[in-house]
């Protein structure tokens, strides 16, 4: 009994060291970014006076003429996330240890995915420009870059987690490389497959509205345009459409992963 409480007393003293530590590091943080948390809390009913006053109500008016850069954000996430899991899969494949002997390919291959992932998209969509000028092509090709180092990580440690016990029988029966990955690995991976690449896809309906705004075409760059033409109200309906865009489109993969998982 005296054992339990010590036990207890120690645990409770570790949560309050542990609070401690991050209350200290919070604070530590605001001083060097010299940012008064007071400063935010006082300027925030100013900011919504302001947006209440400047962007209600939503102007639907124009809202059809939008909706070819709507199916332009919806298809820039389709195209995006299947290309990027196509490749995804090969890449996971020389990432995971239970597909790739070879530990110097592993590691090259893994580098590459953390430096694609390890760059956020807008940063991606910013250099393409240089290259392709502003387009569809830039939104397109930043999202496929970003969203592949993503998902062949995730692709790679699921396949790491699989049991090897089912590969490796059938690497003892004889059977070829193609053999044990499409008999042994694929069936246990499907799963899981379809739930990281449904995932990225709501992901990448959001990506896709924020490289609108640097020129990559779909609804992101109506609302930015809006926004510095003073067009708030206009802008404001446009952020609804998207709010509503993004909450169908996690319903609808929801209904879909229930489906088919």
Not at 57 to 78: G, M, V
Not at 89 to 102: H, Q, R, V, Y
Not at 104 to 124: A, C, D
């Amino acid at each position: 009994m005296n054992r339990e409480i010590v036990l207890s007393q120690q645990s409770s003293l570790k949560k309050r060291t542990n609070i401690s530590f991050i209350s200290t590091v919070i604070v530590l943080t605001f001083v060097y970014l010299q940012v008064n948390p007071l400063t935010i809390l006082t300027a925030f009913p100013d900011f919504l006076l302001f947006f209440i006053q400047n962007f209600f109500p939503a102007d639907f008016s124009n809202l059809a003429s939008y909706l070819p850069l709507i199916l332009e954000t919806i298809l820039f996430a389709i195209v995006g996330t299947y290309f990027s899991a196509f490749l995804a899969f090969f890449f996971g494949l020389l990432m995971s240890e239970k597909t790739n002997p070879i530990a110097w390919l592993r590691i090259i291959s893994r580098f590459m995915m953390s430096f694609l992932r390890n760059i956020p998209v807008l940063v991606w969509a910013s250099l393409l420009v240089y290259v392709f000028g502003i387009g569809n092509m830039v939104g397109l090709i930043a999202l496929i870059i970003a969203t592949l180092g993503f998902l062949a990580r995730s692709y790679a440690e699921t396949m790491n987690e699989i049991a090897g016990s089912k590969l490796e029988a059938l690497q003892a029966s004889g059977a070829s490389y193609l053999q044990v990955l499409f008999h042994g690995l694929i069936p246990e991976f499907i799963p899981a497959w379809l739930n990281w690449t449904l995932f990225s896809f709501e992901i990448n309906i959001r990506a896709s509205a924020i490289l609108g705004m640097v020129g990559a075409g779909g609804i992101g760059i109506m609302i930015q345009t809006n926004i510095r033409l003073f067009n708030y109200h206009q802008a404001l309906a446009l952020i609804i459409v998207l709010v509503a865009l993004v909450l169908l489109t996690e319903f609808g993969v929801n209904k879909l992963r229930r489906w088919l998982v």
